[in-house]
């Protein structure tokens, strides 16, 4: 897996590459986490390059929103392919973030 | 490949012949049940109950891909094992390591979702197994039977709900996967399993060791 760090006027995006599981959880933790106690509140995490994640990466992603959601912050997520969306349904996450098409459409609600 | 044991005549030498050549199958076997599931059913109706059945059954198994490992289940309670040579053949993964790191995160997403009228919280018991055989007794089954399997049962009443309980001897594949891989040895959730307890289970005629990992 690759993270990618890119910083815009709106908010960080955060690109993930490859497979997202227990191998590689943790760099993904680590660098939410860093950011959200740096009080980067506004996250775009881009999934569009994302492969396959497993409940150990799903886990990082749910303690990323409700930390940054108890900041007041934004949490948004992108470009989830057909697997991953039908993985992000099964955990009852297409109800609780908030999930756009693109980067470009989900840049407009920052 | 199960071997299907079906022998008419009691006293078969055959019988006997053929069971003392079934090898061992050694693997990861867990069992995982939901929590509360029986109150539930008196309380609601099949809508209210199959509903959070679905929701807990899928999220536990196809986040990770466990549903092709169910042997299978028997009320709220399933059985799932992995042998080793089909957790070593997976391209990652593979270890112990990575399935206790992934059943945990099952019970953490579920325990954590914000919305908690969809999921039921669960209780799993995880073991590795050594005297464990691929064999069935019923015509088109696929099922594994041996001491080891009893006792990952046994283990199962030490386990409580948000709580894995995990024998001595998988704990010690997670240690030995973790120092493989050049990793702490509490790494993940590894950081929360308790000291090591020693129990006598029914029908086991040897004490036992486990430990437990309260989901956070």
Same mark, same amino acid.
């Given at each position: 897996?690759?993270?990618?760090?890119?910083?815009?006027?709106?908010?960080?995006?955060?690109?993930?590459?490859?497979?997202?599981?227990?191998?590689?959880?943790?760099?993904?933790?680590?660098?939410?986490?860093?950011?959200?106690?740096?009080?980067?509140?506004?996250?775009?995490?881009?999934?569009?390059?994302?492969?396959?994640?497993?409940?150990?990466?799903?886990?990082?992603?749910?303690?990323?929103?409700?930390?940054?959601?108890?900041?007041?912050?934004?949490?948004?997520?992108?470009?989830?392919?057909?697997?991953?969306?039908?993985?992000?349904?099964?955990?009852?996450?297409?109800?609780?973030?908030?999930?756009?098409?693109?980067?470009?459409?989900?840049?407009?609600?920052? | 490949?199960?071997?299907?044991?079906?022998?008419?005549?009691?006293?078969?030498?055959?019988?006997?012949?053929?069971?003392?050549?079934?090898?061992?199958?050694?693997?990861?076997?867990?069992?995982?049940?939901?929590?509360?599931?029986?109150?539930?059913?008196?309380?609601?109706?099949?809508?209210?109950?199959?509903?959070?059945? @679905? +929701? %807990?059954?899928?999220? #536990? *198994?196809?986040?990770?891909?466990?549903?092709?490992?169910?042997? !299978?289940?028997?009320? =709220?309670?399933?059985?799932?094992?992995?042998?080793?040579?089909?957790?070593?053949?997976?391209?990652? @993964? +593979? %270890?112990?390591?990575? #399935? *206790?790191?992934?059943?945990?995160?099952?019970?953490?997403?579920? !325990?954590?979702?914000? =919305?908690?009228?969809?999921?039921?919280?669960?209780?799993?018991?995880?073991?590795?197994?050594?005297?464990?055989?691929?064999?069935?007794?019923?015509?088109?089954?696929?099922?594994?039977?041996?001491?080891?399997?009893?006792?990952?049962?046994?283990?199962?009443?030490?386990?409580?709900?948000?709580?894995?309980?995990?024998?001595?001897?998988?704990?010690?594949?997670?240690?030995?996967?973790?120092?493989?891989?050049?990793?702490?040895?509490?790494?993940?959730?590894?950081?929360?399993?308790?000291?090591?307890?020693?129990?006598?289970?029914?029908?086991?005629?040897?004490?036992?060791?486990?430990?437990?990992?309260?989901?956070?």
């Amino acid at each position: 897996m690759e993270i990618n760090e890119q910083k815009t006027d709106q908010c960080v995006i955060i690109g993930i590459t490859g497979r997202l599981d227990t191998t590689n959880y943790s760099l993904l933790e680590k660098k939410l986490m860093e950011l959200i106690d740096n009080h980067q509140d506004k996250i775009l995490v881009d999934c569009s390059k994302m492969d396959y994640v497993s409940s150990s990466g799903l886990r990082i992603l749910l303690m990323a929103l409700k930390k940054i959601t108890m900041q007041k912050g934004k949490f948004v997520l992108c470009g989830l392919q057909e697997n991953i969306h039908e993985i992000f349904e099964i955990s009852g996450f297409t109800s609780i973030f908030e999930i756009h098409s693109s980067p470009e459409e989900a840049l407009r609600v920052f | 490949m199960v071997n299907y044991i079906h022998f008419t005549d009691p006293n078969s030498e055959e019988m006997v012949r053929v069971l003392e050549q079934i090898p061992r199958c050694p693997g990861t076997c867990f069992f995982m049940d939901i929590n509360r599931s029986t109150d539930m059913k008196y309380q609601g109706g099949l809508k209210d109950w199959g509903r959070k059945l @679905n +929701n %807990t059954f899928n999220n #536990l *198994l196809y986040s990770n891909n466990f549903q092709q490992h169910i042997v !299978k289940g028997i009320g =709220d309670e399933m059985m799932l094992f992995i042998p080793d040579e089909v957790l070593q053949k997976k391209s990652s @993964n +593979n %270890t112990c390591f990575a #399935l *206790l790191e992934d059943i945990y995160a099952a019970l953490f997403l579920i !325990k954590n979702h914000p =919305d908690q009228s969809l999921f039921l919280n669960c209780k799993v018991a995880i073991h590795y197994c050594t005297e464990v055989h691929n064999i069935t007794f019923f015509d088109g089954a696929d099922d594994y039977y041996g001491r080891d399997i009893d006792l990952t049962a046994r283990l199962m009443s030490k386990s409580i709900e948000n709580r894995i309980v995990l024998s001595e001897m998988f704990y010690m594949k997670v240690i030995n996967d973790l120092i493989n891989m050049g990793l702490p040895v509490e790494t993940g959730c590894m950081s929360r399993v308790s000291e090591r307890y020693v129990e006598n289970f029914r029908g086991v005629p040897v004490s036992t060791a486990f430990r437990v990992i309260d989901v956070q």
